[in-house]
């Protein structure tokens, strides 16, 4: 069941027609019904008894209503949202780095991290070089900080953006 059939549901049910729902929805009647139609059979269940005179809910109808008119309201991820996840400005990310970059280099690129992408969630994760290295190989990692002239080839290891 998607979204959109589940606020097509409520606007029916609030409404009390499908007609009614089809124009608070932005879209034709016919639309509404097979929409409402297509629910029911994937549910499994007659949520609505239909009349010449519109529609009313079943017993089954009330119950699903009542628990899906909140969820039917959550808002949508927007275009600008989706952008921004794609580009890194949002999401998480896990950081390794060994215990030297704690007093120095890890808060300065918290900081500038946070200034470019304040809605990313950092996960941090001190490990010594070669766990990074690994990490980085294995996808459990996807930034790190190991100190210079470190064993390892850590360049190797991430095509990973600088931060």
Known sequence: MDLRKLRHFVAVAESGSMSGAAVGCGMA?????????RLEKEMRIRLFVRSKRGVELTEVGISS?????????APTPSRESAERHEEG???SITVGFVSTALYQVLPNALARLRA??????VRLREMRTNDQIEAFASEKSTSGS???GSSGNLAAASDRRRI
Do not use: D, H, N
Not at 29 to 37: G, V
Not at 65 to 73: H, N
């Open 65 to 73: 209503w009542r628990k899906r008119a909140i969820c039917s309201r």
């Open 29 to 37: 009647p016919t639309c509404s019904t097979q929409s409402i139609s």
């Open 116 to 121: 470019r992408c304040p809605e990313v969630r």
């Open 89 to 91: 400005s949002t999401g």
């Open 146 to 148: 190991a100190s210079p």
